[in-house]
């Protein structure tokens, strides 16, 4: 793949999103895990829609937080690209994960290249329906993003909605797509893809990656043995 590195305004290592409107992020099966049941560091690839490597993200690990505090669990996910260089940090801190609750809600931030903020991912409160504001790297109000009151669907895609502001306009989607039967009851591997417009910021791209990985552990992941959570 082509790739200018001498993109104006582009963090290093974010070229690649620039021609891109489609991204297929595959976690990595852990034999450890899906076996003796103890919770692993997760592992993804993110492909083109191609089907072409452009990332490999790994979560930090830490023992202690993976099997105490399961699928909240606060961490650091580092993404590399190609040569092996980090070009994107996600942090998310210690939150809490009641719908019940409307303080210290879910978030993460977002640094292209690691140190530097580009972007923030803010859970919105709401009774029974996912809700996220998605903010820029002065902490502006960009876009929203909505899910669906029930995080269920057998054999279909479960499909986040990236909305405008005003939450008229669809312009794309963060989906979890079905595994099959097998790895959903067995494994909490998951499959997700995310569609945005080709004009979309660089920097906005990458953002949506760290919304994807935030539903993720979010809504999918499962926790010290449990079974993935079905309902939000």
């Not at 790739?3 to 034999?31: A, C, K, R, W």
């Not at 002065?138 to 909305?163: H, R, T, W, Y």
């Amino acid at each position: 793949m082509a790739i200018n590195t001498t993109s104006y305004g582009v963090p290093p290592g974010l070229e690649y999103l620039l021609h891109i409107d489609h991204i297929m992020i595959q976690q990595q099966f852990e034999f450890v895990e899906a076996v003796l049941g103890f919770e692993t560091a997760n592992q993804y690839k993110i492909n083109d829609k191609l089907g072409q490597k452009i990332y490999y993200a790994a979560e930090d690990f830490n023992f202690l937080t993976l099997n105490c505090c399961g699928a909240i669990r606060p961490f650091t996910m580092r993404i590399f690209d190609n040569s092996g260089r980090e070009v994107i940090t996600l942090r998310r801190p210690l939150r809490c994960d009641c719908c019940c609750c409307p303080c210290c809600l879910q978030q993460i931030e977002i640094q292209a290249p690691p140190g530097v903020p580009v972007g923030y991912v803010i859970q919105t409160w709401h009774p029974c329906q996912p809700k996220f504001t998605v903010q820029n790297e002065e902490k502006q109000d960009v876009l929203k993003i909505i899910g669906p009151i029930c995080v269920c669907n057998i054999g279909g895609s479960i499909d986040f909605e990236i909305k405008s502001l005003d939450e008229e306009f669809v312009v794309g989607r963060i989906s979890k797509h079905w595994s099959g039967i097998l790895k959903e009851i067995l494994t909490d591997v998951d499959n997700f893809g995310i569609q945005f417009p080709l004009d979309l910021d660089v920097k906005m791209k990458a953002v949506m990656l760290g919304a994807c990985f935030l539903i993720d552990f979010m809504f999918f992941e499962s926790g010290g043995g449990q079974r993935p959570k079905l309902f939000w």
